[in-house]
């Protein structure tokens, strides 16, 4: 971990209100794990005193992805950003998404912007063995608010789209979606013995809630990477505190990525 500043390659609206920032940080792109995060200064004025939470989208040689939405004054600050600016970010920070010897498939769960770890982590599974076969799921409320669809496809993906008002793909959630393709699944074939195969989500709480309800069902493990507002990112002032079977834990030092079966939901 460590503070740096570094140099906007590119700042690109991708979709309405999304954007994704290609920054100059050879030390993060090193390291980075998928799953974690970086901390980012919005404004060098008062505007904005906390620094934000974002997902490392994509790492590479010496230089990060960072795929953000606009929801409040910081981001929106962020996104008049452009190329050659200066941001000035901490990182990597908490702990990532385990890949367990064996596995032979894998299950991605993205809601909303939860497609933003789960990219890296899509590449990282097909570098490490390119023979595991991914599905990602990804949902939305609209077909307009579907994002890197195309991308997890280049990067040897299948991919199966949910929208809530059934624009494209299967209407509904895309927990609704994962029971469906279980379900199919099950009628195809065996399914694999639980170390073989795992479920990884990201996404609106309720949503990972339904999805870890969903594995434990069915007998497959099941990763979650929990979002929440994280103050200081290093678990300094306990403000992303969630409960586990363990007690309670801080999301930025302890995750933000959990084994589902940890998580008490509330």
Same mark, same amino acid.
């Given at each position: ?5 570094c140099?906007?390659?590119e700042?690109?609206?991708i979709?309405p ?9 050879p030390f ?7 799953g974690?995060?970086?901390?980012l ?18 790492g590479y ?8 939405k606009?929801?409040?004054?910081g981001t929106?600050l ?10 000035d ?11 367990? %010897? &064996? /596995?032979?498939?894998?299950i !991605?769960?993205? +809601?909303?912007?939860g497609?933003? $770890? ?6 990282k ?9 991914v ?10 608010e ?8 280049e ?19 895309? %927990? &609704? /979606?994962?029971?469906?393709? !279980?379900?199919? +699944?099950?009628?195809a074939?065996? $399914?694999l013995p639980?170390?073989e195969?795992?479920?990884?989500a990201?996404?609106?709480?309720e949503?990972?809630k ?24 290093i678990?300094?002032?306990f403000?992303?505190t969630v ?10 030092k302890?995750?933000p990525?959990f ?7 509330e």
């Amino acid at each position: 971990m460590q503070i740096t500043e570094c140099r906007i390659l590119e700042n690109k609206r991708i979709g309405p209100d999304y954007f994704k920032f290609k920054i100059v940080a050879p030390f993060i792109a090193e390291i980075a794990k998928p799953g974690q995060f970086v901390h980012l200064r919005c404004s060098d004025s008062s505007e904005v005193l906390l620094r934000r939470p974002f997902s490392i989208h994509r790492g590479y040689r010496n230089y990060v992805e960072i795929l953000y939405k606009v929801v409040g004054k910081g981001t929106y600050l962020l996104s008049k950003k452009r190329k050659g600016d200066v941001l000035d970010m901490l990182g990597p920070l908490g702990n990532g998404f385990e890949i367990p %010897s &064996g /596995l032979r498939a894998a299950i !991605l769960v993205a +809601g909303g912007m939860g497609v933003a $770890p789960l990219l890296m982590l899509a590449h990282k599974i097909k570098a490490e063995n390119h023979k595991i076969k991914v599905v990602v799921l990804i949902g939305a409320k609209t077909k307009k608010e579907l994002l890197c669809t195309q991308e997890f496809k280049e990067a040897g993906c299948a991919v199966e789209i949910s929208t809530d008002d059934g624009s494209k793909g299967f209407r509904g959630s895309v %927990s &609704g /979606l994962l029971v469906q393709f !279980l379900r199919k +699944g099950e009628e195809a074939r065996s $399914p694999l013995p639980s170390p073989e195969q795992m479920i990884y989500a990201c996404g609106p709480e309720e949503m990972l809630k339904k999805v870890s309800e969903i594995a434990r069902r069915y007998n497959i493990p099941a990763q979650v990477s929990l979002e929440e507002d994280m103050p200081c990112g290093i678990g300094a002032c306990f403000g992303c505190t969630v409960r586990t079977i363990h007690g309670y834990k801080l999301v930025c030092k302890d995750g933000p990525v959990f084994d589902a079966n940890e998580i008490i939901w509330e």
